[in-house]
């Protein structure tokens, strides 16, 4: 069977969403505009009937905060994949056209549904679905938790591409809401391959801290870089409407900054980097080019005094504009005993000691499989002595 292109189905099926469910879940009878629909439960409380919501093409419960597409309502409702509701919703769109007997070969598929008289308690599906032309490849859009976390460098791209070739894709792509929540980098290269990717569904209930558990785990992330996506957090919640954000998306900045283990200091940087200065500036930060610190400094001097920093320091020179009279030793100096003066063991100290050695590290090993391999020896070393690296 082909791979599921949830956007197509979504275009596909566009204004028959009411009559498609209709027709799944054995209901009768015509819908008004934000009407209850009897004898369609809402999955999530089972308690409330649910209504259309015509403008956005929503199922919702009025009693708990379920909103949700037809794709996520067969899913919940069935207890099935977003896999296997695609196929039920392909099949019934089918039938909403052409409601002759499908010639089609058909095998039972039994599928545990919750008690109610009115949803039918097995659905006939064709061994072979029959879906739109446009299906042959997959077109996939990334969610916004995913896009929270920077993208491999050009680099590491090529890397991964050439270890799947090789290797093949050993970690599948996580889908939520029909999009990329983990794995936008597979993704890319099993379409440079022309490859068929390993996609699996996330059915919990806190994509947040899965997105937050994949990529903290599994990439050696800057402490600019952690707090770039902690100031994103941040800032997610308060951007439009609420209505369909998740709960645990709704934390403050020391909450935040906990989650991604960098300091409230550095997630106000973060903050004033996103929202001050120039995208060039931004983009070297979520790269590890430059310590968000830094880069809180650089927001303030004029836009195009912003980008011919950025110019420099991918010429491999000093940020120029920020620098003290004094030698850059005797800078290292002041910022070192200043970072030793914080806290032990506290994140402010970590972050600061990091801001100092960042630039260090980068220009001494502008490569970076070199660079990687001398944080792995530290990470080694850390290990070695019974430390652990935070």
């Known amino acids: 069977m082909q791979a599921p292109n949830f956007k197509q189905l979504q275009r596909d099926i566009k204004g028959q969403e009411f009559e498609l469910a209709k027709r799944i879940f054995g209901l009768s009878g015509e819908q008004e505009q934000n009407a209850k629909i009897q004898g369609l439960r809402c999955p999530k409380c089972k308690e409330n009937d649910l209504y259309f919501r015509q403008e956005d093409a929503k199922f919702c419960c009025g009693q708990c905060n379920f909103a949700g597409e037809l794709i996520q309502l067969v899913s919940d ?12 919703i392909v099949e019934s769109a089918g ?12 095998t039972t598929v039994e599928i545990a549904v919750p008690s109610n008289d009115a949803m039918p308690e097995r659905i006939e599906m064709p061994s072979t679905i029959p879906i739109a032309e446009s299906t042959h490849s997959l077109d996939l859009e990334n969610h916004p938790l995913a896009n929270m976390f920077p993208m491999l460098s050009d680099d590491e791209q090529r890397e991964l591409t050439a270890d799947i070739k090789k290797n093949g894709q050993l970690e599948p792509i996580w889908l939520y809401e029909g999009n990329v929540l983990d794995g936008r980098n597979r993704y890319k290269s099993c379409k440079e391959l022309g490859s068929t990717p390993i996609i ?19 990439r050696h992330l800057t402490t600019g870089q952690r707090s770039m996506v902690a100031a994103k957090i941040e800032q997610f919640q308060h951007g439009g409407s609420r209505k369909n ?41 979520e790269a590890g080019k430059l310590p968000v610190s830094v880069a809180a400094k650089l927001s303030d001097a004029p836009p195009e005094e912003q980008r011919e920093e950025i110019a420099r320091i991918d010429q491999g020179e000093d940020c120029i504009s920020i620098k003290s009279q004094s030698s850059p030793n005797d800078q290292i100096v002041r910022d070192l005993k200043m ?12 972050d600061a000691l990091f801001d100092v050695l960042q630039p ?5 090993f502008p490569d970076s499989k070199v660079r990687r391999a001398f944080l792995q020896k530290l990470q080694t070393a850390y290990a070695e002595a019974g430390v652990k690296p935070t």
């Open 77 to 88: 409702a069935l207890e099935v994949s977003h896999n296997k509701a695609y196929g039920i």
């Open 95 to 106: 039938q909403c056209v052409d409601d002759e007997p499908n010639e089609a070969e058909h």
């Open 200 to 218: 699996k569904e996330y059915t919990g209930n806190d994509p947040l801290a899965f997105v937050l558990s994949k990529n903290l785990h599994r």
């Open 245 to 285: 954000q998740d709960a645990n998306l709704h934390l403050d900045r020391k909450q935040v900054a906990k989650s991604l283990n960098v300091s409230p200091r550095s997630v106000a940087n973060a903050s004033k980097v996103r929202t001050k200065a120039v995208p060039e500036v931004a983009e070297a930060v």
């Open 339 to 350: 970072a030793l003066q914080l806290p032990v063991n506290s994140a402010e100290r970590s």
């Open 360 to 364: 260090v590290i980068y220009k001494s």
